[in-house]
């Protein structure tokens, strides 16, 4: 501290009166005359050699005998100056490290995982106010995501005043942003198992989801979709809606699929039309579910299943709809009386065939 400023720092306690000699960074101008005396000590050496964000310093090197030289270099600096280091907040020759949020290594910047865990388990916005962190948070990596001002507007517009109204394209929005993939990246993709198996083999499968991989994009279909580099043995479709794709910092050299879904060509199951629809209750939630029939089965295969789920699966399978009507529960088909009503398959047993 300056000496004509040390009595401007003045302060009281139970044990009397004390006065800073150094500054504290709780003075409303400590950051910013901090960085500016950082950047005038370090200023041959920025961008070249050394990025500091207040008291962080970061030194990169490109190879083990300069980075050493760099490293005394810098610590010199701060010597002269009369400045001192925390050496258990220290860390030295690393080859990937973690700054201001992201992950720097010999490949380049990436994001901090634990960040975008925290984008992808966001959850949706009821207010203006997790609206505006989800928008800070995302916005920080915005040069991660592709055309992210333009996927983001519909966000955007809805923190101007008393626009808070949360409609169908703020919530496709929020999901792209939280999915939000280039051609090359590497995703976790989830699947659920037993769908993808005969109908006869797939109720005794686990019935929850589960993500698998990671495998990577070769092609994005549509404003929504992927298609994955799915391993050779891989029966099952490669295009995936975003909602069913996390991303995944590092790919591994040989992604592979369980077991159950290296399967056949002739068991591969495909919607063929919906038949009825209808809403079940989970907790406070409405989940719309569709009765599917699937090419190549007879009636007795179909099955209900939740349309979100098929709309992902099958994100370029065009559906015809025959019958869609209101107020099916979950021990009815649906279907007018009129119509024959296809046998269903229970979740855990099975009708036996007359």
Request: with cysteine; net charge positive.
């Amino acid at each position: 501290m300056s000496e004509d400023s040390i009595d401007k720092t003045a302060f009281r306690t139970h044990d009397g009166h004390y006065e800073y000699l150094v500054m504290p960074f709780g003075l409303s101008n400590a950051p910013a005359t901090f960085q500016a005396i950082m950047n005038d000590i370090f200023r041959p050496l920025l961008r070249r050699k050394v990025v500091i964000f207040f008291d962080d310093i970061l030194i990169y090197s490109p190879s083990w005998e300069t980075h050493l030289a760099d490293l005394y270099e810098v610590l010199n600096i701060l010597l002269k100056h009369q400045f001192k280091v925390n050496k258990q907040k220290c860390s030295f020759s690393q080859s990937t490290t973690e700054y201001l949020g992201h992950i720097i290594d010999y490949k380049g910047v990436s994001m901090d995982p634990k960040k975008i865990e925290a984008v992808m388990a966001w959850p949706v916005p009821k207010n203006l106010k997790g609206l505006r962190g989800f928008l800070g948070l995302t916005g920080y990596y915005r040069k991660f995501i592709g055309n992210y001002g333009s996927i983001a507007r519909p966000l955007t517009d809805l923190t101007k005043k008393d626009s808070f109204k949360w409609q169908s394209d703020a919530q496709n929005a929020f999901e792209l942003i939280q999915h939000a993939f280039e051609v090359g990246d590497w995703v976790y993709v989830k699947l659920k198992p037993y769908r993808q198996l005969s109908v006869v083999n797939r109720i005794h499968q686990k019935l929850a989801a589960k993500f698998f991989g990671p495998f990577q994009i070769v092609d994005k279909i549509g404003p929504v979709a992927y298609k994955l580099l799915l391993p050779a043995t891989s029966k099952i479709h490669p295009v995936f809606h975003v909602s069913l794709l996390k991303k995944a910092v590092r790919g591994p050299i040989e992604p592979v699929l369980p077991l159950e879904l290296v399967i056949g060509e002739k068991d591969i199951l495909v919607p063929e039309v919906i038949l009825a629809n209808r809403s079940i209750r989970d907790g406070s939630d409405s989940i719309e579910q569709w009765l599917v029939q699937w090419q190549g089965q007879d009636v007795a295969e179909d099955t209900w299943e939740d349309a979100v789920w098929i709309q992902g699966q099958f994100p370029d399978v065009s559906l015809e709809v025959k019958t869609l009507l209101e107020g099916g529960s979950n021990d009815t088909n649906g279907l007018s009386n009129d119509k024959e009503a296809p046998k269903l398959l229970k979740v855990y047993s099975r009708r036996g065939r007359k």
